[in-house]
């Protein structure tokens, strides 16, 4: 059962890399760095794991450690979205 | 509750899938940029409904203290320091997966805190799921670090050299895979655990400060994509799908814009991390001393402005001099008295202008320029030559025609604008030192050239007004 599990998340792992291959190359150049910023907030994503580490129910190094990537991976999901949001505004053709 | 839990974070997957496909066009980009941020909202709902999660203060204050930051880095910082702020953000991408591995290590850790004699069995998938985290995300906080340190000019931008670099690194790389290959087989080294990190920190410093600031484009969009791995490595210890197909999106991101870059500088991936463009340029600039001389014509101001009268199309091709002296709006003011005269004008650029990728777009976008007039090089370069005047503002190496004909040039076969082609060559710089390469430019010295010295943003801004005295 451990393995079949391991192997299905080598399975979504590899799906995914194609599927962002095939998204990604569509994007132009003139949307690069919006791009980053924007795929950049997404990677804030693991703040999933930073949450399930801060909210233990004992206070040990865990806990510590989860605070801090909490505050790290938040700063990576306001700040990129915002910052994206902020520059694709300005993205106008007249 | 489990499966109300997996079923979001399934919808929050596909939104981030969604919201990088409306990226893919301006008009439906802020739209996906939207999508992507309600993903990761329900994402983080979700997580906070887990039975696992049972106190909230501590994800309160963290999430607190990170929100506020992350807000005034988002409104504060000008559009030049955009590189910056990206390079920052993928550094905390990095960071927060080491501290998850990290954490997750310690809590399946059954003698920790307390040791209580238990064998300590690790899944080997798990294991090495942790030290690559450990690895790439120690790799990519650090290194985005010292690269926002170059982009801000706090750590020197040149390519920086020390004794036995390569072996050096190598040796570290190899003490990191030796050390989490033990861990794996005996999960209770927590030392070594501790080793791998702090090795991976200071692998993190020294891997990038070799790399020049122009280079940067490559260096950003390769800790991006390391951001993106160590979150779907952070995926596999956790065994959420969620952050496995996110961590993959971004890192199959980076790895394209990486690519990319690579490409426009004709290098390959490990010439650049390896810190090899300045070799070539060094050792190159003594055989280039017969490289062509001559006259220099250089123009004014006012003289342009008359030249610029008589003309049908122009092109400019901006550089990282445009966004060092600020001058995005100073050139779209240039845009505008010309196109008032019924000049049509484009704007070409260069794949790694600027110290990102996209960076010359964004600045050209606040300056309200319409991202239709913006060409990529492949899209502009044979128009060259039937344009009346090409501008070059504070680019040298990308219009250096050396690249496409001289085999002893470091630049050879890079691909480049052919602006030598149109009529008339303007290059706005502040002086005739060299570009990045380190290189004489032979396009000065060709009889269509004419240099037009001074800051980009005085300069441009001295036109507009010539032109508009006319």
């Given amino acids: 059962m451990e393995e079949y599990l391991f192997l299905m998340h080598v399975y979504v792992f590899a799906l995914a890399i ?34 399930l580490s801060a909210g233990l129910e004992q206070f040990t190094i865990s806990t510590i450690l989860g605070l801090i990537a909490v505050a790290f991976a938040m700063i990576n999901v306001v700040g990129g979205f915002l910052v994206t949001d902020r520059m694709l505004k300005m993205f106008k053709k007249k | 509750m489990i499966i109300a839990i997996e079923i979001t974070y399934l919808i929050s997957s596909i939104l981030f899938i969604l919201g990088i496909k409306y990226l893919g066009s301006p008009k439906t980009a802020r739209k996906g940029n939207l999508y992507a941020a309600i993903g990761m909202f329900l994402a983080i709902a979700a997580t906070l409904l887990d039975q696992q999660v049972l106190t909230f203060e501590w994800i309160i204050i963290g999430g607190l203290i990170g929100s506020i930051a992350g807000l005034i880095m988002a409104y504060k910082t000008p559009m030049t320091g955009m590189p910056q702020m990206v390079g920052m953000l993928n550094g905390f991408g990095g960071g927060a997966s080491l501290l998850v591995a990290l954490s997750e290590y310690f809590k ?91 090795v991976s920190l200071v692998l993190g410093v020294l891997l990038v400060l070799p790399i020049g600031g122009a280079d940067m484009p490559v260096a950003i969009s390769l800790l991006n994509s390391y951001s993106g791995i160590a979150g779907s490595m952070t995926g596999f210890v956790l065994g959420n799908n969620e952050l496995i197909i996110a961590g993959a999106l971004v890192g199959a991101s980076g790895i394209i814009l990486t690519n990319i870059m690579c490409k426009a500088m004709n290098r390959s991936l490990m010439n650049v991390v390896l810190g090899g463009w300045a070799n070539a340029g060094s050792a190159s600039t003594t055989s280039s001393t017969t490289s062509p001389k001559g006259d220099v014509k250089s123009i004014d101001s006012e003289e342009l402005a008359m030249l610029l009268d008589s003309v049908g199309s122009v092109i400019i091709v901006p550089g990282y001099g445009m966004a060092v002296g600020q001058a995005q709006h100073a050139v779209r003011d240039l845009t505008n008295v010309l196109e008032k005269k019924g000049i049509k004008v484009r704007f070409a650029i260069h794949p790694v202008a600027g110290r990102m990728p996209g960076h010359m777009n964004v600045l050209l976008a606040e300056a309200q320029v319409s991202y239709d007039k913006l060409y990529a090089m492949e899209d502009i370069n044979d128009d060259f030559n039937n344009t009346d005047v090409v501008i070059v503002i504070g680019a040298n190496d990308v219009v250096n025609p050396a690249a496409r004909h001289d085999q002893s040039s470091p630049i050879f076969g890079m691909p480049i604008l052919n602006v030598d082609y149109a009529k008339t060559v303007i290059i706005n710089k502040r002086s005739m030192s060299a570009g990045y390469a380190g290189i004489d430019n032979e396009l000065f010295f060709y009889p269509n050239a004419l240099m037009y010295f001074g800051d980009s943003k005085d300069a441009m801004t001295k036109l507009v007004n010539e032109i508009k005295n006319l």
């Fill in chain 1, 18 to 51: 194609f599927v962002g291959f095939e998204l990604i190359t569509k994007v132009p150049p003139t949307l690069h760095t919006p791009l980053m910023s924007g795929s950049n907030a997404i990677s804030g994503i693991t703040i999933v794991g930073a949450i």
């Fill in chain 2, 108 to 198: 399946k850790n059954p003698n920790y805190p307390v040791d209580q004699g238990a064998i300590f069995n690790l899944p080997i998938d798990q294991g090495v799921a942790i030290i690559l985290s450990l690895l790439i995300g120690g790799i990519t906080f650090t290194g985005s670090m010292i690269a926002f340190g170059k982009l801000q000019g706090l750590v020197t931008g040149k390519v920086v050299k020390y004794p036995l670099q390569h072996p050096f690194n190598a040796l570290l790389v190899l003490l990191v895979l030796g050390a989490g290959a033990y861990v794996v087989m005996f999960p209770s080294m927590m030392a070594l655990v501790l080793m791998i990190t702090g």
